[in-house]
């Protein structure tokens, strides 16, 4: 798929409003980004913060980059698996889309691999767009440290 190509899938949520029942759609940005073999990548750093685990992973080669102060490869996947009280919740995926340095696409993931149609990733976009010198990470100091 290309590079800024997005479309819809569409969920339902179902809640009790007063007396009442409201129906709204959840949306999420279907988009390039796939679900990488979890398995293959390297654990990078951990953050805690209360009952949430966020374990980090990429690539050696994403790891090789960061630390070179060069950019990652077209293709990396940088995987946030988001436990909650000791269950794996979620995946966030960030997945290099093409070759420049904005070219990134955000995906959230059920532990199956299937696509959470229930989280809107343009808002990661929005938060990440922060840390661009920092090759949209967050957790870039702790790439850079990796293995040290």
């Given amino acids: 798929m290309p590079v800024g190509l997005v479309t819809k899938s569409i969920g339902f949520a179902v809640v009790l409003a007063g007396m009442g029942l409201a129906v709204w759609q959840a949306e999420a940005e279907q988009n390039g980004v796939t679900f990488p073999e ?20 990429t690539t050696p080669e994403a790891l090789a980059a960061i ?8 293709g990396t996947h940088v995987v946030l698996q988001d436990f909650q009280s000791g269950d794996l919740y979620r995946y966030l995926i960030a997945q290099k889309l093409g070759d420049g340095a904005a070219d990134w696409g955000y995906q959230w993931f059920w532990p199956d691999g299937t696509i959470k149609a229930d989280e809107r990733t343009a808002q990661c976009y929005a938060c990440h767009r922060s ?12 790439a850079v440290g990796y293995g040290e």
Avoid: C, D, W
């Fill in 38 to 57: 979890i398995n293959t990548l390297t654990h990078y750093t951990t953050v805690e913060r209360g009952v949430t685990v966020e374990h980090m992973l």
């Fill in 67 to 74: 630390k070179a102060g060069t950019p990652v490869p077209t």
């Fill in 131 to 142: 840390r661009e010198a920092n090759q949209f990470m967050f957790t870039h100091s702790g």
